[in-house]
């Protein structure tokens, strides 16, 4: 866990900021943003980033499926977690999620993320 690093996309502040808490609670390094755009800037640049946590629908621009499909040409095996506030075996964008990536549906405990958290950044989930 230690140095391991997570960058936040979600539009929402209130949740977004509860999940770097929750993050830096857990011992990892938090990175944020608030649109994919600027989520996707961060993915561009170099830096060590073992997780991205976005929200599926982001507004005023790319969406969350869109922003990883941007970006991994520069991070191919980036781990996804998405947050959703739909049912959470439902597809979106272009079909099922790909190998990596997993779904989170709100509302969720704070256990419930820290749990998903961990497992995808060991290798387990």
């Known amino acids: 866990m230690q140095g391991d690093t997570v960058l936040v996309v979600e539009d929402e502040p209130v949740v977004r900021e509860q999940t770097v808490e929750v993050l830096a609670d857990l ?3 938090a990175l944020q943003a608030a649109a994919a ?14 997780l991205l946590i976005s929200d599926v629908g ?10 990883v499909e941007a970006a991994r040409p520069h ?20 079909g099922p999620l790909e190998p990596g990536m997993r779904m ?6 704070v256990e419930a993320q820290a749990a998903r958290v961990r497992a995808m950044i060991a290798g387990l989930d």
Not at 58 to 67: A, F, I, V, Y
């Open 58 to 67: 982001l507004p005023g621009g790319p969406k969350g499926r869109e922003m």
């Open 104 to 109: 989170i549906t709100k509302p969720f405990s």
């Open 27 to 29: 011992g990892y390094t």
């Open 75 to 94: 991070r191919p095996d980036l781990k996804v977690l998405f947050i959703t506030g739909y049912a959470e075996n439902a597809t979106f964008g272009t």
């Open 37 to 50: 755009r600027a989520g996707l800037a961060r993915l561009r640049a170099p830096g060590r980033i073992d």
